[in-house]
C-alpha cells in the first residue's frame, strides 16, 4: 500500500485523536473517572502510536525541510 493512501486514512484518524485527548481533557470533572481513565489513556496511546507512523511516512519531508544541512553565512 502506498504511503499516499495510508496517510489519507490517517490524517483524519489523528485528527479525531486529538479532538478525542482535548475533549477528554477539557470534560475529565464531568465524565465519570474510571471511564476517564480509559478513554483519555487509551487514546492517548493510540495518538503516540499514530502520530508515529505519521512521522515515519513523513521522514524523507522531514529530512529535506528541517535535518539538511545549510550552507554557512557568509560575513559581509
Given at each position: 500500500?502506498?504511503?499516499?493512501?495510508?496517510?489519507?486514512?490517517?490524517?483524519?484518524?489523528?485528527a479525531v485523536l486529538?479532538?478525542?485527548q482535548a475533549v477528554t481533557g477539557i470534560f475529565s470533572g464531568?465524565?465519570?473517572r474510571p471511564?476517564?481513565?480509559?478513554?483519555h489513556q487509551a487514546g492517548g496511546i493510540a495518538l503516540?502510536?499514530?502520530?508515529a507512523l505519521h512521522?515515519?511516512?513523513n521522514w524523507?519531508?522531514?529530512?529535506?525541510?528541517?535535518?539538511?544541512?545549510?550552507p554557512p553565512v557568509q560575513p559581509v
Open positions: 500500500m502506498k504511503a499516499s493512501a495510508i496517510l489519507k486514512v490517517l490524517n483524519p484518524v489523528l486529538m479532538l478525542n464531568v465524565i465519570p471511564v476517564f481513565e480509559v478513554i503516540a502510536a499514530a502520530a512521522l515515519s511516512l524523507s519531508w522531514v529530512k529535506a525541510n528541517f535535518l539538511r544541512k545549510r
